[in-house]
């Protein structure tokens, strides 16, 4: 786009003398001007509905705002409009509300991942370990701004505010959207998050675990976790969320766990809170241990040395003490000599979304065959053989003088049954915190019959009943002191607790 420019002043010519040969007009200087209007004229924006190509606009104004200045003002165009429109050259693009489209892949490292205003607003990682992602600082950001992360991972993606809170945790396949809710604060309340998709659900409902054997060792182990565990202070409701994948745990050779030999066990697998680090531990089913997730436990080290042969001790690779914890799975086997790790498990389940809570509680008496009767609590029956006597809830007592007890130790629902056979009409109860054990059943007070049986002579009758007992409590089978009759093996107790 050009001016015009004059070429000939005619005006200097009228003040020269007649004669001067510059005083004449020539027609080819008037060629010139016209030529040089011509050109100003037609690389001119027409004031009627103009069009402009390839132009740079330079300190002007529209609607009273002065744009193209080396500092522009700001101000509302009532009216802006383009048609036809192709390219747009050297123009910067203003930044809305921080939102900056685009995506970042990043291979999970176990390490940490900080996100600012300008980072992209889709995250996605990959790999096969862990990652951090700190959230940027809130106050750089503005209302309603959301980062999309996805974790195309395996293992777990942890959720930050720039303060180092823990927002979520992010399980391997899962995708997470964090948006900004308040500009002020650096903890998670300034985040909101929801998991999108298929991935509702933020945590596996079922952990993956695995055993196997070797060198007559088993060794434990899971995958990567990302569990809620309790506070350790019991009077607190307030959660702490742990991931990470926790080391092995080895039951050497020689540990039994107070399994039996050639008889199925189940062994609970443990993961316990470390002051922030998983670790696993084991125990034995059948020692009756509190699982339901809602208290502490210590543990043993298990040693390594094939001494971990308790049903009741809760084994780990270091001791700990008081410590959280969430019950992950179960490991059942059979092996032919207890503490020789040497059939592979026959059933490996995690567990999940629900605590574990003891099943049938693993506390059981099963005694069989008579053995007479007490020789001071003369109608309190005794048994020849134990079948079972596993747990902690119940301690059987077989005395030659007062005959056989059991004593509750746990609060509970329990089950009970009794066999009788006898050469004589007889007549026999299960009792509690039995007072009168040297009389008959007949004379029993009717506080102390839990359930009762008779039958005549030279035949088999049976009672059993399910009651709530207190800890404390003595159970015991009140007879008449009749003999057995010629089927000894008939006479059968037992008594499980069963929640």
């Not at 060629?31 to 069009?51: C, G, H, R, W």
């Not at 606009?57 to 009532?78: L, M």
């Not at 088999?460 to 009651?467: L, Q």
Request: hydrophobic content about 40%.
């Amino acid at each position: 786009m050009s001016n015009y420019t004059q070429t000939t002043n005619f005006a200097t010519k009228d003040a020269l003398v007649s004669g001067n040969p510059l005083k004449i007009v020539k027609g080819t200087e008037l060629n010139v001007e016209f030529a040089n209007i011509a050109t100003a004229v037609a690389t001119k924006v027409d004031l009627a509905s103009p069009t402009l190509t390839g132009a740079t606009i330079t300190t002007s104004t529209i609607d009273s705002s002065t744009i193209g200045a080396t500092t522009p003002s700001t101000g509302a165009f009532t009216t802006l409009s383009a048609t036809g429109v192709t390219t747009l050259s050297n123009v910067v693009l203003p930044v809305i509300d921080n939102i900056k489209l685009g995506y970042t892949t990043t291979a999970t490292a176990a390490g940490t991942t900080t996100l600012t205003s300008a980072s992209n607003n889709q995250q996605f990682f990959t790999g096969t370990t862990t990652q951090t992602v700190v959230l940027p600082v809130t106050s750089t950001l503005a209302l309603g701004l959301s980062y999309l992360i996805v974790n195309n991972s395996t293992g777990v993606v942890t959720v930050q505010s720039s303060g180092a809170n823990t927002i979520t945790l992010i399980p391997a396949g899962a995708t997470v959207k964090c948006t900004c809710i308040l500009i002020t604060g650096t903890t998670a309340a300034s985040w909101s998050f929801a998991f999108e998709g298929s991935s509702s659900i933020p945590y596996k409902q079922v952990q993956s675990i695995s055993a196997s054997v070797a060198g007559n060792a088993m060794t434990i182990s899971a995958t990567s976790l990302a569990l809620d565990f309790r506070n350790t202070t019991l009077g607190s409701g307030t959660v702490t969320t742990v991931s990470g994948t926790p080391a092995n745990l080895v039951i050497s050779s020689g540990s039994t766990l107070g399994t039996v030999s050639a008889t199925q066990s189940r062994i609970v697998v443990i993961a316990l809170n470390n002051a922030g680090t998983i670790e696993l531990a084991a125990v034995n089913i059948s020692g009756g241990n509190q699982l339901d997730e809602t208290n502490l436990i210590s543990t043993t080290a298990e040693g390594g040395l094939g001494a971990a042969d308790s049903a009741t001790v809760i084994y780990s690779t270091t001791a700990r003490t008081s410590v959280a914890y969430r019950v992950i799975g179960y490991i059942e086997s059979t092996q032919a000599t207890a503490g020789t790790w040497a059939t592979a498990p026959s059933t490996i389940q995690g567990v999940g979304g629900q605590t574990l809570v003891r099943p049938s509680s693993g506390s059981m008496v099963r005694l069989n065959t008579a053995n007479g009767w007490g020789s001071t609590n003369t109608k309190i029956r005794r048994y020849t053989n134990t079948v079972t006597n596993q747990g902690t809830d119940i301690t059987y007592t077989d005395s030659a003088t007062l005959g056989a007890s059991f004593t509750i130790n746990t609060t509970g629902v329990y089950g009970i049954a009794t066999t009788e056979t006898t050469s004589s009409a007889f007549t026999n109860a299960i009792t509690l915190n039995d007072t009168t054990p040297t009389l008959n059943v007949g004379n029993q007070a009717a506080g102390e019959i839990l359930v009762a049986l008779s039958m005549t002579a030279n035949n088999i009758a049976s009672c059993s009943g399910t009651f709530f007992l207190l800890a404390g409590s003595v159970i015991r089978s009140h007879g008449e002191g009749a003999g057995a009759g010629s089927s000894p093996q008939f006479v059968q107790f037992i008594i499980t607790r069963v929640a």
